[in-house]
């Protein structure tokens, strides 16, 4: 594989910063990573490093060097990212839960193929043309879907994400092959909020992920001004394998089959509560996940009234 890749993460006007983003790769699949902290929760930043961090580790896992199945593995992690935020709930009995929106992409045998939770969006743009995006799990987008009954909800109110006492909703896509100079790049709404799909589309299609990335981040910055959300990206650019004999970015082709390089930094996570398949994480794993968060936030909320 060849690929050119550029991240880039900034506070904006917030105290802190709750997003979380990265990629990893092996010698034939890659993976690219963003999750969004939710505010009005306690910890969103690490109910968004958990999910990165979940999703990561069973890449690492299971690409050897390929993935078996690349919709089974991006359902499965997603589950197992909601499951592990809600076992960090329950560990600490913590009267509500961390929670988080997440995108991950996964590139491998020139196609690509992601998934999404929330609001945190994917765009692929493909000669200067966007084309497509993924739809936010938000009551704005149902209400430009002509939903009845939605006008007077905010925006920025989600219907869905990882970490919260229900079973996440979520969309994957189907797998895109990809062209050569094809872009898809991940972020924030702190980036979609202040910059238009034209815009990004625009300067995706016509400047390097290397120039394009600080260029959004920075006029989102701008429009935003000081009440300016976090705002983060991560993208990359795909090169056809025999396109060039070199490439200014990521080249695979020359790494051993076991080698696995991650700009995520494992600093939460325990690998061993990772489930042994994630296969095994049905309904029915969730489902007790769910009741026993609704348990601990029972019993904290008795405990405060006492």
């Not at 494992?266 to 029915?284: F, H, K, Q, R, T």
């Amino acid at each position: 594989m060849k690929f050119s890749v550029f991240q880039v993460s900034r506070r904006g006007g917030r105290e802190k910063n709750e997003d979380r983003m990265g990629y990893c790769y092996t010698r034939e699949s890659g993976l690219f990573l963003l999750a969004d902290g939710m505010g009005g929760h306690p910890d969103g930043e690490v109910a968004a490093q958990i999910a990165i961090q979940t999703v990561s580790a069973l890449f690492q896992r299971e690409a050897r060097p390929a993935l078996a199945d690349v919709s089974t593995f991006l359902t499965g992690a997603l589950l197992a990212a909601h499951h592990q935020i809600l076992r960090y709930t329950s560990d600490r009995s913590l009267g509500d839960s961390p929670r988080t929106t997440l995108v991950a992409a996964v590139v491998q045998d020139g196609r690509a193929q992601w998934i999404h939770c929330g609001d945190s969006r994917l765009y692929m743009v493909r000669n200067g043309q966007m084309l497509t995006r993924t739809r936010d799990h938000s009551y704005m987008e149902l209400r430009n879907a002509s939903f009845k009954g939605l006008e007077n909800i905010n925006r920025n109110v989600l219907f869905t994400c990882l970490g919260s006492p229900s079973k996440p909703v979520f969309d994957i896509s189907d797998p895109e092959l990809l062209e050569q100079g094809d872009r898809i790049l991940l972020c924030s709404d702190g980036l979609w909020g202040s910059v238009s799909d034209e815009k990004i589309s625009a300067e995706l299609g016509h400047s390097t992920v290397s120039e394009a990335v600080p260029n959004l981040v920075e006029e989102a910055l701008r429009e935003a001004g000081s009440t300016s959300d976090n705002v983060t990206v991560v993208a990359m650019e795909w090169e056809m394998p025999d396109h060039f004999p070199s490439t200014m970015g990521i080249s695979t082709d020359d790494i051993q089959e076991d080698v696995f390089a991650s700009t995520i930094q494992a600093s939460l996570l325990d690998n061993s509560s990772l489930p042994d398949d994630i296969d095994d994480l049905d309904d029915e794993a969730i489902e007790r996940s769910i009741a026993e968060i609704n348990e601990a936030i029972r019993r904290s909320s008795a405990a405060r009234k006492l």
